[in-house]
């Protein structure tokens, strides 16, 4: 499986950003997928996850009411909305997939079986 993220770029605080991750195989539809992030000097973090059928998601604390996730099964691709971005919100930001079926999805780094490059997303204050 290979994940190929984009979407990032530099935004003000306030603004939005909506990043993609597109999937290749055709048995997208059984992963959990989830996104997470890191920034210089610190380690990568959860921020959001989406179940299979993706009727459930996890959301970090700090993205809460700011990010929403969501997933096209039939395009092979999960998103990340981010809104009301914030300079603390920058950082490199992964997607990741999950052969587990869990509910909801893992927020630890060690469940995920595949990882995209990465999109750097920075917001100035």
């Known amino acids: 499986v290979q994940l190929q993220a984009s979407g990032g770029g530099l935004v003000q605080a306030g603004g939005s950003l909506r990043l993609s991750c597109a999937a290749s195989?055709?048995?997208?539809?059984?992963?959990?997928m989830a996104w997470f992030r890191q920034a210089p000097g610190k380690e990568r973090e959860f921020v959001a996850g989406?179940?299979?059928?993706?009727?459930?998601?996890e959301y970090a604390d700090s993205v809460k009411g700011r990010f929403a996730v969501s997933r096209d099964n039939a395009a092979n691709t999960v998103y990340l909305q981010m809104n009301s971005l914030k300079p603390e919100d920058t950082a490199v930001y992964y997607c990741?997939?999950?052969?587990?079926?869990?509910?909801?999805?893992?927020?630890?780094?060690?469940?995920?079986?595949?990882w995209g490059q990465g999109t750097q997303v920075t917001v100035s204050s």
């Open positions: 990741a997939g999950d052969s587990a079926p869990r509910y909801p999805p893992a927020q630890a780094l060690s469940a995920y079986d595949w």
């Open positions: 195989g055709r048995i997208f539809g059984t992963y959990v």
């Open positions: 989406i179940t299979r059928g993706g009727k459930i998601t």
